[in-house]
């Protein structure tokens, strides 16, 4: 059996190569899960989450690629599980929870500029976007009705593995022996999210020009002295 780590903020992958070049080592790209699956090849795998949510569309792209994969999967929360990593544990045939462990399930967000015409297009599109989340939630066989769902969404607050596992949300909790673990702790980073602005971007892309820039210097010169070798020995 192989465990695989879905840690931190989820982003896609052009992002993460960025953010990890600036030193961020807890974000999970869908690169990352298609790399441990391919390595894995088809035996009994368990995600192990950890994670805040992130990009909406990077999490259900990891859950398609769960649902496609050809072995056993579960899904285990361990620390906290939000927004798109609870969209990426629904790919698992099973999910579970630690006892302790922060879950939060929450309607789309985003930013808009514009006119009101731009904010009433903006809000329709968060709507269908919660649409979205609620088909894949539904999707599991134990859930709750839409409408306590969607209830439990607009609240958008942390709550229990048991309490997710009353919506249905999750089908088991693991290790439960008595009181459950203080989440303190897990909510103190819960707020702390990563913002990979456009002067970081250009940062990391004149940093591969640099890199690009040395390697051909490097060349020319391994050339140049392959020349100047050649000519003595003449």
């Known amino acids: 059996m192989a465990d695989i780590a879905l840690r931190g903020e989820l982003w896609d992958n052009d992002s993460a190569d960025v953010l990890r070049w600036w030193g961020w080592r807890d ?5 990352d899960i298609a790399a441990a699956l391919e390595a894995a090849g088809g035996e009994e795998i368990t995600l192990l989450i950890n994670s805040p949510g992130g990009n909406m569309a990077v999490g259900t792209e990891i859950r398609s690629m769960l649902r496609r994969y050809p072995g056993k999967t579960t899904a285990l929360f361990q ?22 462990a922060l879950l939060c399930y929450h309607n789309p967000s985003g930013t808009t500029e514009g006119d009101f015409h731009d904010m009433r297009r903006s809000a329709e599109d968060l709507r269908n976007a919660r649409d979205c989340v609620l088909e894949v939630y539904m999707a599991h066989s134990s859930v709750k009705t839409r409408e306590e769902l969607m209830a439990l969404m607009d609240r958008n607050i942390w709550i229990s593995p048991t309490q997710a596992m009353e919506y249905g949300l999750i089908d088991e909790i693991v290790g439960l022996s008595g009181a459950e673990e203080d989440p303190a702790a897990f909510v103190a980073a819960a707020n702390g999210r990563i913002r990979l602005t456009a002067a970081m971007r250009q940062q990391y892309q004149d940093h591969l020009l640099e890199d690009r820039q040395k390697a051909e210097n490097l060349e020319k010169a391994k050339r140049a002295l392959a020349k100047l070798k050649a000519l003595a020995n003449y």
């Open 27 to 31: 974000i999970t790209a869908p690169m």
């Open 79 to 100: 620390g906290y599980g939000a927004s798109a990593a609870t969209l990426a544990a629904t790919g698992c045939q099973v999910i579970q929870s630690e006892p302790g």
